[in-house]
């Protein structure tokens, strides 16, 4: 059996007195899709900010790729083939999609110390900014500013801009947020199309999205991981049901 | 990209620029060479402000230290007979470099309220040491006895020479920003001042980016101050002072923010203004009051920002 690409050990971090991630441990195979579903302030974001560098943790250790990242910055991780998406959208709404794309690219290939050459006419950036766009579907898109997108687009180019980054894994912050029944689905077709290709720490509310998608699922409650395992196993866990499962059933209609 | 009709009225502008000598000879007003020599100097100052300010959101409250700096490097020199126009110029871009690289690494730690406070406090530092040197004439600043001594045959103390050596440093500042604004250095800015937390997700260590904007911005300033001092063949530690830097953000807004171009018509709209309603009252800025607030309420993007056709940063 392989190593793990992401391996979190005994990971910590408090805000005051609140718990947001406590002695978690954690991992993530190549290739896998390991979900981290629940309730609302159970420290998921928290977790994924402290993965990408966005948060220092109190105390633990990431592994990513067989090095120790926990004192390196978020640019730092980006460059190792991390890339994290946003659960509140974060495209840069003044410029075109193509341009958002074009800046992740540009963000790999070089110093950005270039002061003369335009930058929106740069064929080493647009084309191949082109073509992830062309690759998610926004591809006709290219040239709107990414504020005047519909909200399943920006989601969308959200994770573009991660892909741009030539990343070996994905941590997706509810990719699905916000979006209606169909713009989820197309989400969830998505990212099964890039299933394999990516490892993905996958944080999601949906629970159709995260039981077709995700071969493990790790359920996390006040900071602490109750419960790992497959989709089957996690349906069936009756504490996971107690703390998540069953109060989610109440309010998925909402 | 800027559209026709703001494209036409840049170059129409600076073709006026270009003619108003002899337009001010023509109808015996020669006194308006020198306002609009006042008004260029001005605006590659705003204009630099505006650089860092309105495409990287950093609010320097402490700008027109630049400016006094610059008129320092003239005249100082000048005090001990370094009268070289080329050396004066060499200190000055190297010393506003480095006191913009010192400061940006120190206010740059901060953002928000914290920057603008923190910018406003160096700012005042340096114009209390310029006060503090006696030796330059302390709060009474001191005449510049020579203008700059660049070669054979320049003569500095011909008003025309002047101001087209000012129009020649505005239209090559103005271009090279808004080269600087599109390039790949200047995506990296403006996307930092768009989300600067995305921007280190994709890969952007973005603090050293935004330091080498806020040194060019000091930079440029420094040689509106260079022009300044040459100019007004005095220096003072009052060019560094905070209201200073506020006229400046002023002009911005007025201009419009984030529009590189915008602030070369705040600076025109503000000196005129200040001319024009100094002619009625001391109490000047007591009309002008009213008129910014009318301004800012209705025009966010400023005088350029009315003009129509899209802006690349004023879209949402």
């Known amino acids: 059996m392989s190593d793990p690409i992401l391996k979190v050990e005994q990971l910590k971090k408090s805000f005051g007195g609140v718990v947001a991630t406590d002695s978690l441990d954690f991992d993530v195979m190549p290739g896998e899709i390991h979900a981290v579903i629940g309730p609302n302030g159970a420290g998921k974001t928290t977790f994924v900010a402290q993965i990408a560098g966005m948060l220092k943790s109190d105390s633990g250790r990431i592994l990513f790729d067989g090095q120790d990242i926990g004192a390196k910055t978020a640019p730092q991780r980006s460059h190792m083939g991390l890339a994290r998406s946003f659960q509140i959208t974060s495209v840069f709404r003044e410029f075109t999609a193509l341009e958002n794309v074009a800046l992740s690219i540009q963000a790999h290939s070089g110093h950005s110390f270039k002061f003369w050459k335009r930058a929106s006419t740069d064929a080493d950036l647009t084309e191949p900014a082109q073509k992830i766009l062309d690759d998610v579907g926004l591809g006709e898109r290219a040239l709107t500013l990414a504020g005047n997108l519909a909200h399943g687009q920006q989601r969308q180019l959200e994770i573009a801009m991660a892909l741009a980054t030539g990343p070996k894994m994905l941590l997706l912050d509810e990719p699905t947020a916000g979006m209606g029944t169909e713009e989820s689905e197309q989400m969830r077709q998505f990212l099964d199309r890039l299933k394999g290709d990516y490892s993905m720490l996958l944080i999601e509310h949906d629970m159709d999205t995260v039981f077709s998608l995700a071969d493990r699922v790790t359920v996390l409650v006040y900071g602490r991981a109750i419960a790992t395992g497959t989709p089957t196993e996690i349906r069936n866990n009756d504490e996971v049901r107690a703390a998540y499962l069953g109060e989610d059933e109440v309010t998925a209609g909402a | ?316």
């Open chain 2, 1 to 316: 990209m800027l559209s026709k009709l703001k494209l036409s009225i840049l170059i129409g502008s600076f073709l006026v620029l270009a003619a108003l000598p002899f337009i001010a000879e023509a109808v015996d007003e020669p006194f308006y060479i020198d306002l609009m020599a006042r008004v260029m100097i001005f605006s590659i100052a705003a204009m630099s402000l505006d650089f860092i300010l309105g495409y990287g959101a950093m609010i320097s409250f402490g700008h027109a230290l630049y400016i006094g700096l610059g008129t320092y490097a003239v005249g100082i020199l000048a005090f001990y007979e370094v009268t070289n126009g080329w050396l004066q110029l060499l200190v000055c871009i190297v010393g506003t470099a480095f006191i913009s690289f010192i400061l940006g690494l120190i206010s740059l730690r901060t953002s928000g309220i914290y920057f603008i406070m923190i910018t406003f406090a160096l700012a005042q530092m340096f114009y209390f040491l310029g006060i503090s040197l006696e030796e330059f004439g302390g709060d009474d600043g001191l005449p510049i006895d020579e203008r700059s001594v660049f070669f054979e045959g320049l003569d500095m103390y011909d008003p025309w020479t002047m101001y087209y050596l000012i129009l020649g440093t505005l239209t090559v500042t103005t271009f090279a920003l808004w080269r600087i604004i599109n390039s790949r250095f200047g995506m990296v800015v403006r996307g930092s001042h768009s989300n600067d937390d995305r921007m280190q997700a994709i890969g952007f260590p973005t603090f050293k980016y935004r330091l080498a904007a806020f040194v060019i911005a000091g930079v440029v300033c420094g040689l509106a101050g260079f022009l300044l001092g040459n100019l007004t063949e005095f220096l003072t530690p009052e060019y560094m002072h905070w209201f200073r830097s506020g006229e400046l953000m002023i002009m911005v807004m007025v201009g419009g923010m984030g529009t590189l171009f915008g602030p070369l018509y705040g600076a025109f709209a503000y000196i005129m203004m200040e001319d024009f309603l100094s002619q009625f009252t001391e109490y000047w800025q007591f009309y002008f009051g009213p008129l910014l607030i009318l301004l800012v309420l209705f025009a966010k993007q400023g005088l350029w920002g009315m003009l129509p056709g899209k802006e690349d940063m004023s879209d949402e």
